[in-house]
């Protein structure tokens, strides 16, 4: 059984930095696309950054470039999003999703519950 959860999230001032964790269960993170999503409040589904299956090509949001790191641990079957210069329009639910493909494709075949991130004075 396919599951992600993910953990870390938290209040943060202005400028600071927090790392997120998706611990997957059930497949291989190394074998399929990985993504962060998030969703600000009374606002619709923003995605955030992808790590590709394999050599671990990464991509990200313009939103979010220069500041957020995504990475993989395969050996803990772990996915990571490593924010830094966190901005008040970085508050959200942050969740973690596989894709379908080794390659982004923005079809998830499972989601996380979501981590709250708040960043604020």
């Known amino acids: 059984q396919v599951q992600l959860v993910e953990s870390g999230g938290g209040l943060v001032q202005p400028g600071g930095s927090l790392r997120l964790s998706c611990a997957a269960s059930?497949?291989?993170?190394?074998?399929?696309?990985m993504t962060w999503v998030r969703q600000a409040p009374g606002k619709g589904l923003e995605w955030v950054s992808d790590?590709?299956?394999?050599?671990?090509?990464?991509y990200f949001a313009d939103s979010v470039k220069g500041r957020f790191t995504i990475s993989r641990d395969n050996a803990k079957n772990l996915v990571y999003l490593q924010m830094n210069s966190l901005k008040p329009e970085d508050t959200g639910v942050y969740y973690c999703?596989?894709?379908?493909?080794?390659?982004?494709?923005?079809?998830?075949?499972?989601w996380g519950q979501g981590t709250q991130v708040t960043v604020s004075s």
């Open positions: 999703a596989k894709d379908l493909s080794p390659v982004p494709t923005g079809i998830f075949g499972s």
């Open positions: 059930g497949f291989t993170i190394s074998t399929y696309s």
């Open positions: 790590i590709n299956s394999g050599a671990g090509s990464t």
